[in-house]
C-alpha cells in the first residue's frame, strides 16, 4: 500500500476508534453511577460489597483506557509548533519529578539545537510514557539512574530516554510496541504503541534497547524538517 494511503486509512481507523470511545463513555458513567450508589447502600452485605467494589474498579480500569485513546485520539490534526526542545523538555520532567525514584538528568551532546516542529501536547503524552516507564522499571534497582540524552544528525533531533532497571527480555523487546502488550499488574498496555503512532505521524521514529537487569534506552528520531503539513487547529 501507498504511504499516503496507508496514513489515510490509520486516520479513518484513528477516528473509528475516538468515536467508538466516545459512545462507550457514557454507559460506562451510568455503569458507575449505578454500581457507586449499590455499593454505598449494600457494601455491608457480604459479597455483594465485594462484587460491587470490583465492578467499580474494573469500570475505572476502562475509563483510563478510553481517556488514553481520546487523548491520543484528539490529536489526529497536529497542533505543531516550533519548539525548543531543551526548555520543553525541562517543562516536562519539573512535573514528572515529583515522587520519581531518581534525578531525570538532561545530558546535550551539543551545546545547541535547532527547533523542532512537533505537537507539544502530543509529545508530553510520549515523554510521560516513558518517564512512566522508567519509574516502574527503576523499582528493581538501589541505585537509579534515569537519563534524557539530547543530541542530533543532520536531518534529525535525536533524544534517548535511559533508565538503569530492570530491562525487557530479548524475546520480548519486539513485543512492547504492541497495544495492549503489558508484564504489569496494572497495566493498560498501550503506552508505547501510542507514542510510536505519536512519533510516526511527525515523520518520526521510536524504537528501544535494553540489557535485561541492566536498563533499556528508549530512542526518538524527530526530522527537523518534518514534511508533515501543519494541520492548524
Ligand atoms: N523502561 C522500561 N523498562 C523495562 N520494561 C519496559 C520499559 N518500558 C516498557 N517496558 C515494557 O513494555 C511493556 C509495555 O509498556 P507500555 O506500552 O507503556 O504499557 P504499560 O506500561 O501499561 O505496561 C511494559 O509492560 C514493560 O514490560
Ligand atoms: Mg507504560
Given at each position: 500500500m501507498k504511504k499516503k494511503k496507508r496514513v489515510e486509512q490509520?486516520?479513518?481507523?484513528?477516528?473509528?476508534?475516538?468515536?467508538?470511545?466516545?459512545?462507550?463513555?457514557?454507559?460506562l458513567n451510568s455503569m458507575k453511577g449505578a454500581s457507586q450508589y449499590l455499593h454505598?447502600?449494600?457494601s455491608g452485605t457480604p459479597e455483594i460489597g465485594e462484587f460491587t467494589s470490583i465492578i467499580i474498579s474494573e469500570i475505572n480500569r476502562l475509563e483510563s483506557y478510553l481517556n488514553?485513546?481520546?487523548?491520543?485520539?484528539?490529536?489526529?490534526?497536529?497542533?505543531?509548533?516550533q519548539t525548543d526542545i531543551e526548555s520543553y523538555l525541562n517543562g516536562i520532567v519539573m512535573i514528572v519529578k515529583h515522587g520519581f525514584p531518581s534525578e531525570i538528568k538532561i545530558i546535550k551532546k551539543k551545546t545547541s539545537f535547532p527547533k523542532i516542529m512537533i505537537d507539544q501536547e502530543q509529545f508530553r503524552q510520549v515523554f510521560v510514557n516513558l518517564f512512566s516507564n522508567a519509574r516502574d522499571?527503576?523499582?528493581?534497582?538501589?541505585?537509579?539512574?534515569?537519563?534524557?540524552?539530547?543530541?542530533?544528525?543532520?536531518?534529525?533531533?535525536?533524544?534517548?530516554?535511559?533508565?538503569?532497571?530492570?530491562?525487557?527480555?530479548?524475546?520480548?523487546?519486539?513485543?512492547?510496541?504492541?497495544?495492549?502488550?503489558?508484564?504489569?499488574?496494572?497495566?493498560?498496555?498501550?503506552?508505547?504503541?501510542?507514542s510510536r503512532s505519536i512519533a510516526v505521524r511527525h515523520g518520526g521514529k521510536i524504537s528501544a534497547k535494553s540489557a535485561p537487569g541492566r536498563g533499556s534506552a528508549f530512542m526518538i528520531s524527530l526530522p527537523f524538517h518534518t514534511g508533515v503539513k501543519h494541520a492548524g487547529k
Open positions: 490509520a486516520d479513518r481507523t484513528e477516528r473509528m476508534v475516538a468515536a467508538l470511545a466516545h459512545e462507550i463513555r457514557n454507559p454505598d447502600k449494600y488514553e485513546f481520546l487523548n491520543f485520539s484528539r490529536g489526529i490534526k497536529l497542533k505543531l509548533r522499571a527503576l523499582k528493581c534497582t538501589l541505585d537509579p539512574v534515569c537519563q534524557v540524552i539530547l543530541d542530533s544528525d543532520k536531518k534529525n533531533m535525536l533524544l534517548t530516554v535511559r533508565d538503569n532497571g530492570c530491562g525487557i527480555p530479548a524475546g520480548k523487546l519486539n513485543q512492547i510496541f504492541t497495544p495492549f502488550y503489558t508484564t504489569k499488574d496494572n497495566g493498560l498496555g498501550i503506552g508505547l504503541s501510542i
